[in-house]
């Protein structure tokens, strides 16, 4: 079994910072591609940023000046530092993972099960 388990959700005044992270345990060969999503209410669940095992990274737009992603590959986890944060980046955040749990089998995708960020004076 595997599991992704978030933490370092909250709420946080408008211009405050948050770090989540997320960490990979179980049955593990080796992580691939982590990455953070996110769902508003009523809204489409939508990348926020993703990095590979190499260190490249990518990101959502109307973020991309303002968090950074990071990981821990000794540890299998990823890490998400908000800054400047807005109330439209209030949303249930989630982690997300390529995994390989056996050396010979293909990577299976993991979801965290989401962690609450509120931005709200």
């Known amino acids: 079994q595997v599991q992704l388990v978030e933490s370092g959700g909250g709420l946080v005044q408008p211009g405050g910072s948050l770090r989540l992270s997320c960490a990979a345990s179980?049955?593990?060969?080796?992580?691939?591609?982590m990455g953070w999503y996110r769902q508003a209410p009523g809204k489409e669940r939508e990348l926020v940023a993703q990095?590979?095992?190499?260190?490249?990274?990518k990101y959502l737009d109307s973020v991309k000046v303002r968090f950074t992603i990071s990981r821990d590959n000794a540890k299998n986890t990823v890490y998400l530092q908000m800054t400047s944060l807005k109330p439209e980046d209030t949303a249930v955040y989630y982690c997300?993972?390529?995994?390989?749990?056996?050396?010979?089998?293909?990577?299976?995708?993991?979801w965290g099960q989401g962690t609450q960020v509120t931005v709200s004076s």
């Open positions: 179980g049955s593990i060969f080796s992580v691939n591609d």
């Open positions: 990095i590979t095992n190499g260190g490249q990274t």
């Open positions: 997300n993972a390529d995994i390989k749990r056996i050396h010979y089998l293909p990577p299976k995708n993991y």
